[in-house]
């Protein structure tokens, strides 16, 4: 399949893998209002699958519980509202793409994450749901496309 016939392929279905890397030297923490603490890290995320490269970028947690509490217990250990924002460098449906992405949601106590990825790449676009364990990684599925 030449490099037109594979741009118009039209959005397919997506899964993979993915690891979380958090670079804890990075970690700055704020208390926030209602007795909670906002956690800001680095970190990169590599993927596997459809969607198959790296995105670098920051991530931003509200976590439900103080400071003090949140930095003395294993990550997952209370319930957090999340952000990642990076930029990808790498293929979607083997085609080469770059852009930013955003991975978002929410960390259950226990440390289990329901979450979205978005990736708006120069030459290819994907919407994933993430089946995850915090700082860990896991899978997705969903819709990519070659542009």
Same mark, same amino acid.
């Given at each position: 399949?030449?490099?037109?016939?594979?741009?118009e392929?039209g959005a397919?279905?997506?899964?993979?893998?993915?690891?979380?890397?958090?670079d804890?030297?990075?970690l700055q923490?704020?208390?926030?209002?209602?007795?909670?603490?906002?956690?800001?890290?680095?970190?990169?995320?590599?993927? &596997?699958g459809? +969607?198959?490269?790296d995105? $670098?970028?920051?991530t931003?947690a509200v /976590?439900f =519980?103080?400071c003090?509490?949140?930095?003395?217990?294993?990550?997952?250990?209370f319930?957090?509202?999340?952000?990642?924002?990076?930029?990808?460098?790498?293929?979607?449906?083997?085609?080469?793409t &770059?852009?930013? +992405?955003?991975?978002?949601? $929410?960390t259950?106590?226990?440390?289990? /994450?329901? =979450?979205?990825?978005?990736?708006?790449?120069d030459?290819?676009?994907?919407?994933?749901?993430?089946?995850?364990?915090?700082?860990?990684?896991?899978?997705?599925?969903?819709?990519?496309?070659?542009?």
């Amino acid at each position: 399949m030449g490099a037109h016939a594979a741009n118009e392929r039209g959005a397919q279905a997506a899964q993979g893998d993915f690891v979380a890397v958090v670079d804890f030297t990075s970690l700055q923490v704020q208390d926030v209002r209602g007795n909670k603490c906002e956690f800001t890290v680095n970190g990169t995320l590599t993927f &596997s699958g459809t +969607v198959d490269g790296d995105a $670098v970028g920051t991530t931003t947690a509200v /976590i439900f =519980a103080p400071c003090d509490e949140a930095l003395s217990s294993p990550p997952g250990t209370f319930f957090d509202v999340f952000r990642f924002e990076g930029d990808f460098t790498g293929e979607v449906l083997g085609d080469p793409t &770059s852009g930013p +992405v955003s991975y978002a949601g $929410v960390t259950r106590v226990g440390g289990s /994450i329901d =979450a979205r990825i978005i990736l708006e790449g120069d030459d290819a676009r994907a919407v994933l749901r993430a089946d995850a364990q915090v700082g860990v990684g896991g899978t997705y599925d969903g819709v990519a496309k070659a542009s």
